[in-house]
């Protein structure tokens, strides 16, 4: 596979995930990198998923080709819960096969494809196996979101180290500007802590400001 898969998890389910997605799709796509986004299993659903859906709206583009064909959303599982548990309750284990051809193909038809998982990094894809251990076998680098809310510096700590200590590398931290009536004090001074570490720790990182996008 080319090396242009790019994993998005976040501190948290409800993060902001889906808008940090799309806004970088969007972005990427404006300076001219062809990028497509992907969500690795979809729970809550039944035959379309709401983040795809979500990041289309975002990116301005209605459904694509790849959308229709479902190579986007490979796996979706109707109980909104972690996907090990997702899969258990409708009785169908993940199939890992086909979502790695699915984002095979589109890692050959695009520049770029962000691939946004379920939750946070120590959610479970099965009993077996946790997101974080998917991210690490596959190498993708990683895009994390993380917001300015209280408790944010503990959480995006925790995965840092996680994610370092398993050889993962931070591609991208987003800071997603929501909820809009965080404690701007608390917020200011979290953005201000995030981009020291990334200067001191990862410096290769990129630190992108995702802004407040309404209400979709
Ligand atoms: N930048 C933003 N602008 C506007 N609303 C936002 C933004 N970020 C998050 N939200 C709000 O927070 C909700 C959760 O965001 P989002 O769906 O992106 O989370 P997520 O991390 O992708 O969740 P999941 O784990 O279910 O995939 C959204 O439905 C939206 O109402
Ligand atoms: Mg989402």
């Known amino acids: 596979?080319?090396?242009?898969?790019?994993?998005?998890?976040?501190?948290?389910?409800?993060?902001?995930?889906s808008y940090a997605t799309a806004y970088l799709a969007k972005t990427w796509?404006?300076?001219?990198?062809?990028?497509?986004?992907?969500?690795?299993?979809q729970t809550g659903n039944t035959d379309m998923s709401e983040d795809i859906e979500l990041h289309r709206r975002?990116?301005?583009?209605g459904l694509l080709l790849e959308d229709k064909?479902?190579?986007?959303?490979?796996e979706i599982f109707s109980y909104p819960c972690s996907p090990h548990l997702a899969a258990e309750i409708d009785k169908r284990p993940i199939d890992f096969d086909k979502i790695e051809r699915a984002t095979q193909t589109l890692s050959e038809r695009?520049?770029?494809?962000?691939?946004?998982?379920a939750g946070g990094l120590m959610v479970p894809l099965?009993?077996?196996?946790?997101?974080?251990?998917?991210?690490?076998?596959?190498?993708y680098p990683l895009v994390f979101v993380t917001s300015g809310r209280l408790g944010s510096i503990n959480h995006t700590l925790l995965s840092l180290e996680a994610m370092t200590r398993r050889g993962i590398r931070l591609h991208t931290l987003a800071?997603?500007?929501?909820?809009?009536?965080?404690?701007?004090?608390?917020?200011r001074d979290t953005e201000e802590y995030m981009r020291d570490l990334l200067k001191r720790e990862y410096p290769e990182a990129e630190f992108v400001v995702v802004p407040f996008?309404?209400?979709k």
């Open 1 to 17: 596979m080319k090396k242009n898969v790019y994993f998005v998890s976040g501190i948290d389910t409800n993060i902001g995930k």
């Open 29 to 41: 796509n404006e300076r001219g990198i062809r990028t497509i986004t992907e969500k690795l299993i």
């Open 58 to 61: 975002i990116m301005g583009t």
């Open 69 to 74: 064909e479902r190579l986007t959303m490979p």
């Open 110 to 117: 695009y520049d770029a494809v962000l691939l946004e998982g």
């Open 126 to 139: 099965t009993r077996e196996l946790l997101t974080i251990d998917y991210v690490a076998q596959k190498q």
């Open 175 to 187: 800071y997603n500007l929501f909820p809009e009536e965080d404690d701007e004090i608390i917020r």
């Open 213 to 215: 996008l309404g209400t």
